[in-house]
């Protein structure tokens, strides 16, 4: 048996044996690269995911891929998606100097955000703004609020603020990103 072995060694030209040693060389070259651009790949998704996550069309990409990567996402943020729904500005009858503010607001994006912070400029008839006023979450919703405000969700929210010297005939409302207080 040993010399059928060292004859068919013997039998098979040199070209042909390199070229199955090549054969298993490069299936193994092949399968290494396979598995090197695969972690390239999640490497770039992960640390590219708050980017991924800031756009809309990406963003379903990005959520996919950390739920079974185990990452996380920054939270949602589109200012354009709330939608003042309804407001009002009153003499507040029981303290004499104050406005009572009421209005209502939804987030129209589809995912949920943080909530933001309102801004509320009175301004005189001319359009001069008097006063204006940014109102953190903190100021306008109670202690046990969630941390975001889910898509579709619509929040009414109340607060006093002081009545400009001058006569305040109209209101405008805007929302701004959240900053949170530096710690």
Not at 32 to 49: E, I, S
């Amino acid at each position: 048996m040993a010399d059928d072995t060292a004859a068919s060694t013997l039998d098979t030209p040199s070209f042909a044996a390199s070229r199955a040693t090549q054969a298993r060389a490069g299936k193994w070259t092949w399968l290494a690269c396979g598995v090197l651009l695969v972690t390239l790949a999640t490497m770039l998704l992960v640390a590219g995911r708050a980017s991924l996550a800031a756009d809309a069309r990406t963003r379903p990409l990005a959520d996919s891929a950390c739920a079974l990567l185990g990452c996380t996402l920054p939270t949602w943020q589109d200012m354009a998606a709330f939608r003042m729904l309804e407001h009002d500005v009153h003499a507040d009858a029981s303290v004499p100097g104050a406005l009572r503010v009421q209005a209502g607001f939804r987030n129209d994006a589809p995912w949920p955000q943080a909530w933001p912070d309102l801004v509320l400029t009175l301004s005189d008839a001319n359009g001069q703004p008097l006063a204006r006023r940014a109102l953190a979450p903190s100021d306008y919703l109670d202690a046990e609020h969630p941390p975001l405000i889910g898509a579709g969700q619509t929040a009414s929210v109340q607060f006093a603020v002081r009545e400009p010297d001058r006569a305040a005939v109209a209101f405008h409302f805007a929302f701004r990103p959240h900053r949170a207080a530096a710690r």
